[in-house]
């Protein structure tokens, strides 16, 4: 089981990057053991997050402490162990610092429903303004896990993103959705401000389509696939190869 995770923690790295969602040695991908839920592997510091290999990927307790592993550890570590321990329904977390988001956040304004990226974040997404600059202690972290809530992502202002996910796949969908949502938001306010909504009728539907494990699933093989076919001559790992045995259907009705 932990040999998976660290595979598919290696493959969101390459996925987030590809995104743009990479900053050179910075931002963090953070995945909880199943079997010992006070523990988690972590991308290292010093290395991008497409370098991750299974061998760099380091092993972090609940307080932050480094207990496997050779590589040094994030500073900013207090954000994924304190967003665990505060929810324990929650297996993975996201911190990176996509150029759009970072962008918006100093904007001051709320996201507001313009795109089927935005519905994803229908009920609101919070904004951590205590501090732009890192968290690097327990302290701080927590005020990052009680600022998210009950929420899968937030904007550190004038900083970055965190995402929280039940799985790998959902932390990496809500980042990639955020920033796009930003992003787009950013373009409407700087064409004089979006002044056209989500219907009010559509977006619970949007949202709840947006929202589905099986969409989660399949946009991150998606991106796995094409990372490889980029990289590696399209030499996929059988696991993410779109057949019907992978790809999850479970959301569509037959015919």
């Given at each position: 089981?932990?040999?998976?995770?660290?595979?598919?923690?290696?493959?969101?790295?390459?996925?987030?990057?590809?995104?743009?969602?990479?900053?050179?040695?910075?931002?963090?991908?953070?995945?909880?053991?199943?079997?010992?839920?006070?523990?988690?592997?972590?991308?290292?510091?010093?290395?991008?997050?497409?370098?991750?290999t299974?061998?760099?990927?380091?092993?972090?307790n609940?307080?932050?402490?480094?207990?496997?592993?050779?590589?040094?550890?994030?500073?900013?570590?207090?954000?994924?162990?304190?967003?665990?321990?505060?929810?324990?329904?929650?297996?993975?977390?996201?911190?990176?610092?996509?150029?759009?988001?970072?962008?918006?956040?100093?904007?001051?304004?709320?996201?507001?429903?313009?795109?089927?990226?935005?519905?994803?974040?229908?009920?609101?997404?919070?904004?951590?303004?205590?501090?732009?600059?890192?968290?690097?202690?327990?302290?701080?972290?927590?005020?990052v896990?009680?600022?998210?809530?009950?929420?899968?992502?937030?904007?550190?202002?004038?900083?970055?993103?965190?995402t929280?996910?039940?799985?790998?796949?959902?932390?990496?969908?809500?980042?990639?959705?955020?920033?796009?949502?930003c992003?787009?938001?950013?373009?409407?306010?700087?064409?004089?401000?979006?002044?056209?909504?989500?219907?009010?009728?559509?977006?619970?539907?949007?949202?709840?389509?947006?929202?589905?494990?099986?969409?989660?699933?399949?946009?991150?093989n998606?991106?796995?696939?094409?990372?490889?076919?980029a990289?590696?001559?399209?030499?996929?790992?059988?696991?993410?190869?779109?057949?019907?045995?992978?790809?999850?259907?479970?959301?569509?009705?037959?015919?």
């Amino acid at each position: 089981m932990t040999d998976a995770l660290r595979e598919k923690l290696i493959e969101a790295g390459r996925v987030l990057v590809s995104e743009d969602q990479g900053d050179y040695v910075a931002g963090h991908i953070t995945v909880r053991l199943p079997d010992d839920p006070n523990r988690f592997l972590m991308k290292a510091a010093c290395i991008g997050l497409e370098e991750m290999t299974r061998d760099n990927i380091i092993t972090v307790n609940i307080e932050g402490e480094k207990v496997g592993g050779t590589m040094p550890r994030h500073n900013e570590v207090y954000i994924h162990s304190e967003v665990l321990r505060a929810r324990p329904d929650i297996q993975s977390v996201i911190h990176t610092h996509p150029a759009h988001a970072v962008a918006f956040s100093s904007l001051g304004v709320p996201l507001k429903p313009i795109s089927n990226d935005s519905v994803v974040f229908a009920e609101g997404v919070p904004v951590f303004s205590e501090t732009t600059d890192l968290i690097v202690d327990q302290a701080r972290g927590k005020a990052v896990a009680k600022c998210l809530g009950g929420h899968g992502a937030l904007l550190l202002r004038n900083h970055g993103i965190v995402t929280a996910g039940r799985t790998i796949e959902e932390a990496v969908f809500l980042a990639i959705k955020l920033e796009k949502a930003c992003r787009l938001q950013l373009m409407a306010e700087t064409a004089g401000g979006p002044k056209l909504f989500v219907k009010d009728e559509d977006l619970k539907a949007k949202g709840q389509r947006a929202g589905r494990s099986d969409t989660r699933k399949n946009v991150f093989n998606y991106l796995v696939r094409r990372w490889y076919c980029a990289h590696c001559n399209g030499d996929v790992p059988a696991q993410y190869r779109a057949t019907p045995e992978t790809i999850d259907a479970s959301g569509y009705k037959a015919g």
